[in-house]
Every structure is written in structure tokens, then in C-alpha cells.
């Protein structure tokens, strides 16, 4: 039985690396020769629970092109179930992801396919998003599939609201883990996104409680760890001290071991921790799919 379904984006990843990100309007040469990959946040968290042993279904949509056959054979052969993967009008999804020596990254996305997928795609998938121990979901696919999706959803919802973009009130009050990066948490909030200065902690969490989850927000803060905010507390997870080679795939790492742990009845500071470790390993290798470690290969904490 599935215990995990991603519902969200697939695409093929153009990786291009760099010494420096352009200025707008600036041309750059690449470093080296760029690299085609499997990507999209939905794929890639679909991939990252698989490899930490969960059963998976990826739902979602690709090309009627040999692109969507590579990236739905990449997720089969990784043990992902694709059988929730339609087969668009649209070509599949790509990424130009630009990465620089030390890490950074600066994404484009054509979404092809993901934005094709409409609410009513969903229908055929009532049972299973029904009876999954948790359905994880990204907004590279329409805001409607997102809310379909939480309406559906019978176990756990864990929503990365990324890209940013507003959340209906009626679905964040329907999710119970919410994963945004500190933009994303000041965009749901409708404020500046502010400095890390040392009043951060205290705005992040005041965002982050004006929102009517009905569980916690995880505030990735990348190389500053990650900010856990209930109710009525917080805790800050501080990040792994590592050597990082690309951070192109580390919050979809991060989402996937959250809700490992969760589904294993860590405590929600507990489940943090593991997902900082295994997202510490992730920014060690390059790309973003590729990079998700499988679980022995995380460090004991």
C-alpha cells in the first residue's frame, strides 16, 4: 500500500554551471559542459521518500514526448509508483537551473505539462490520496490541484509553498506541516520579507502564526538550519556543518524526510532534525533528484 503520494510538478532539469550568477542582463559562460536531470519539486520529493525505503505514487503530468517517458522511467526505476502520472497535451516540464561552485542556484521553469494538470485530473485518485499516510504537495501545478488535493487528502498534508504564491485560507487551514523558506513564509503572510537581523527569529514566528495552519510551519532558513513554530513554541534546528556542492534540491529532501519521520511518530522538533540531516547530505552532490541520499547513507544524528 502507497503510504506516501506527491502530488506536483516533473520536469527535466538543464543544469548549467557557472562561476557567478549573471547580473541582469549580464551573459555568462558556463564552467563546464551543462547536464540534463530529473527534477521538478514533485518528482524530486517523490524520489528522496522513496530512497528513504517509503512506498511512493507520483501524481502528476509530463509530455506525450520522449522527454516524459525518460522522466517517468527515471522515477520507475527508483521505485516510484507512476501510474498517476497523465500524459499531457503539453510538453513536459523543463528547468534551466543555473549553480555556481559553491552552491547557489537560480531557477527558470517552463511548467509545459504541470500546469496543464486541472483539479478534475485528481478524480480518479480520490481512493488513494484518501488512504495514504501522508500526501505531500508543491505549487509548481495550479493553486486548484493543490486545494483538490488537501481536500482529498485522508492522512497527513504536508504543503512546500513553492514558488510563492498566495494559498487559499479555506486550504492552509487544512494543512497540517506547512514548509516554506523565509520568502515564501513573508509572501503567505502578505509583509516585506525582512532581514536576518536579531529580531528574525520573532518575525518569522509571528508570520508564521498569523497563517491558521491547523499544525506547524518548518521555516527552512538554508545554512541557518530550520525555525519549528507551534502554537506556543518554537525551536531552532541548527543546520549540519557541511562542505556544500549544490543546494539545488536540499528543500525537497527536506520535505520528504519531514514527513518520513513524521509518518514513523517522531515529534515535530524531533522530525526537523532528521530532515536538516538528510537534506545535509543532499547538498554535498550535485544536482537535485540525483542528490537525495537513501537512508544509510545519513549520518547517525
Not at 524526510?257 to 547538498?283: E, K, P
Request: proline residues 6%; charged residues 20%.
Amino acid at each position: 500500500m502507497t503510504e506516501i503520494v506527491v502530488v506536483g510538478s516533473l520536469n527535466v532539469d538543464v543544469v548549467v554551471p557557472l562561476a557567478e550568477l549573471p547580473a541582469p542582463g549580464q551573459t555568462v559562460l558556463g564552467t563546464a559542459d551543462h547536464r540534463r536531470a530529473g527534477g521538478g519539486k514533485g518528482a524530486n520529493q517523490a524520489v528522496a521518500a522513496a530512497r528513504l525505503g517509503r512506498r511512493v505514487t507520483m501524481v502528476g503530468a509530463v509530455g506525450a514526448d520522449t522527454e516524459g517517458e525518460w522522466l517517468t522511467g527515471l522515477l520507475t526505476a527508483e521505485g516510484v509508483d507512476t501510474s498517476g502520472v497523465l500524459r499531457a497535451p503539453r510538453p513536459t516540464g523543463q528547468a534551466i537551473v543555473l549553480v555556481t561552485a559553491d552552491g547557489d542556484s537560480t531557477i527558470a521553469v517552463s511548467s509545459g505539462a504541470n500546469m496543464w494538470l486541472a483539479p478534475e485530473h485528481l478524480d480518479p485518485f480520490g481512493a488513494l490520496l484518501g488512504g495514504a499516510g501522508a500526501v505531500l504537495l508543491q505549487q509548481e501545478v495550479d493553486a486548484g490541484v493543490v486545494a483538490a488535493a488537501v481536500r482529498a487528502a485522508g492522512g497527513l498534508v504536508v504543503l512546500n509553498p513553492a514558488p510563492a504564491r498566495p494559498v487559499d485560507p479555506a486550504t492552509l487551514a487544512r494543512v497540517d506541516v506547512l514548509v516554506p523558506n523565509r520568502g515564501e513564509l513573508a509572501a503567505l503572510a502578505g509583509v516585506p520579507d525582512g532581514p536576518a537581523d536579531d529580531r528574525e527569529v520573532d518575525r518569522l514566528v509571528a508570520q508564521a502564526r498569523s497563517l491558521g495552519t491547523r499544525g506547524p510551519v518548518v521555516v527552512t532558513l538554508g545554512s541557518d538550519g530550520a525555525l519549528v513554530v507551534t502554537a506556543d513554541r518554537q525551536w531552532l534546528v541548527p543546520a549540519e556543518r557541511v562542505d556544500a556542492v549544490d543546494a539545488t534540491g536540499a528543500g525537497d529532501t527536506f520535505c520528504a524526510a519531514l514527513a518520513d519521520a513524521l509518518l514513523d511518530g517522531a515529534a515535530i522538533d524531533a522530525a526537523a532534525r532528521w530532515a536538516s540531516r538528510v537534506a545535509a547530505v543532499t547538498v554535498t552532490r550535485a544536482g537535485a533528484m540525483a542528490a537525495a541520499p537513501r537512508r544509510d547513507e545519513v549520518p547517525a544524528g
